[in-house]
């Protein structure tokens, strides 16, 4: 089964500072979704990244994939506390995802 | 985008009983899942709710103690029978293309056993 490993699994960051999260998967990934979940929000779909090399950017926040499609990060610039809470990577087809990344943002 | 309303948001209940959670689609939807989050961990697939069919179920989890329904392709509900503590978790109900190139999730359900 694809087993995706989030590091750090957990942050803290001062505002206005940047910051990258890594998602590793043990096998080849199809495509990878990045997505945020803030607690009584529910899960936020962020972005998804299907080949290898791709980067994509929504705000400040940009995640790429690597050429060999087994890792991904992604990367917020000058940190905003609207940026705080958990963000996940996934795998479509099988909906596997990693074990998250507790983003604090410090004012 | 799907709007995807999921009561209960949360609750608290007692050892044996079972609570069911509704999860309603402002759209039709091909694909529904139920996911489970449990403290500290990240999401687990529970099943695939299916319309018109038994639910697809992964490994660890069985119909009997998380029966699913999906009479139409705008509504599911996940019953979790007879709770013991460990079922404590955050439930998420989720709904997806044909292809799964993009999911949207509910808020989710807090679900406390005592």
């Known amino acids: 089964s694809q087993e995706l490993e989030q590091s750090p699994q957990s942050l803290i960051v001062q505002e206005g500072k940047n910051l990258t999260i890594n998602c590793t998967s043990s096998?080849?990934?199809?495509?990878l979704y990045w997505y945020k979940q803030k607690y009584g929000e529910g899960l936020i779909f962020l972005m998804m990244?299907?080949?290898?090399?791709e980067e994509k950017s929504h705000e400040k926040i940009t995640a790429k994939l690597d050429e060999k499609k087994q890792q991904s990060s992604l990367h917020i610039t000058a940190s905003q506390p609207s940026h705080a809470g958990i963000y996940l990577c996934?795998?479509?087809?099988?909906?596997?995802f990693g074990t998250g990344t507790r983003l604090t943002i410090i004012p | 985008s799907a709007v995807i309303s999921q009561k209960p948001s949360r609750d608290i209940c007692q050892r044996g009983t079972s609570l069911t959670i509704q999860c309603q689609v402002d759209?039709?939807?091909?694909?529904m899942f139920w996911y489970r989050q449990q403290p500290g961990q990240s999401l687990t697939l529970i099943a695939t709710?299916?319309?018109?069919?038994?639910?697809?179920?992964e490994s660890g989890f069985v119909i009997d103690k998380f029966p699913i329904s999906r009479p139409n392709l705008t509504f599911s509900t996940l019953t979790v029978s007879n709770m013991s503590p460990e079922d404590s978790s955050i439930y998420l109900c989720?709904?997806?293309?044909?292809?799964?190139?993009?999911?949207?999730f509910g808020s989710g359900t807090q679900l406390s056993v005592l």
């Open positions: 989720s709904v997806g293309t044909a292809t799964n190139e993009k999911l949207f």
């Open positions: 096998k080849t990934l199809y495509g």
């Open positions: 990244l299907q080949k290898g090399g």
């Open positions: 996934g795998a479509p087809g099988r909906l596997t």
């Open positions: 759209s039709q939807v091909t694909m």
């Open positions: 709710a299916n319309q018109g069919s038994e639910a697809t179920y």
